[in-house]
């Protein structure tokens, strides 16, 4: 179901206090999505809207595909939020898009990251929605296995592939680190 080809009708699912922050859509035919970051816990609802099968006339006049990126106060639509006399509520989200990364494993305000292994190699990617400077660094479990300087901006994406040799075991993890070299995102597969 992670794969929206793979809908065979519309599809629309809530997700109650997303924990990890973030929530987003990614296709992998255009290598193109959009993330929403968020803090952990709140807002209370994520929602996924996929028409899939269903006519494209019904929502545009081009052909096009189209999918919905959703949050709110409450865990779903049918869930009601009050608000008494003068009461007020608010949160703050950062929306940014996402190109050329080949997938989405994890994000946050500072960037979005793929990690992946097939084979024994190991793919990794990272986009920004700012300048950004600091490195990646790449871990079989305790071993640092891979390290790259960085220096990118919004519309560029870091690209970097690890073989793993037969005898390093361990799970792969990919940390960016900022200039003072304090971890500002990490991804695991």
Same mark, same amino acid.
């Given at each position: ?96 898009? &996402?190109?050329?990364?080949?997938? &989405? ?85």
């Amino acid at each position: 179901m992670s794969v929206y080809g793979n809908w065979t009708g519309y599809l629309g699912f809530f997700v109650p206090n997303v924990a990890h922050g973030f929530t987003g859509v990614y296709d992998p035919v255009v290598d193109r999505g959009v993330v929403r970051v968020f803090n952990p816990g709140w807002p209370a609802g994520t929602k996924i809207f996929g028409p899939a099968t269903l006519p494209p006339s019904l929502w545009t006049d081009d052909g096009s595909g189209y999918v919905e990126l959703w949050s709110g106060a409450t865990s779903s639509f049918w869930a009601d939020a009050t608000l008494g006399p003068g009461e007020t509520f608010s949160w703050t989200e950062q929306w940014y898009p &996402l190109s050329g990364l080949g997938g &989405l494993s994890y994000a946050n305000r500072v960037a979005a990251l793929r990690l992946v292994e097939e084979g024994g190699v190991v793919e990794v990617a990272v986009g920004v929605p700012t300048a950004f400077t600091g490195r990646a660094q790449l871990f079989a479990g305790d071993n640092l296995v891979g390290e790259w300087p960085l220096t990118i901006v919004p519309g560029q994406v870091f690209r970097g592939t690890w073989s793993r040799p037969a005898d390093n075991g361990g799970a792969a993890v990919l940390r960016l680190l900022g200039q003072d070299g304090a971890v500002v995102a990490e991804a695991r597969p």
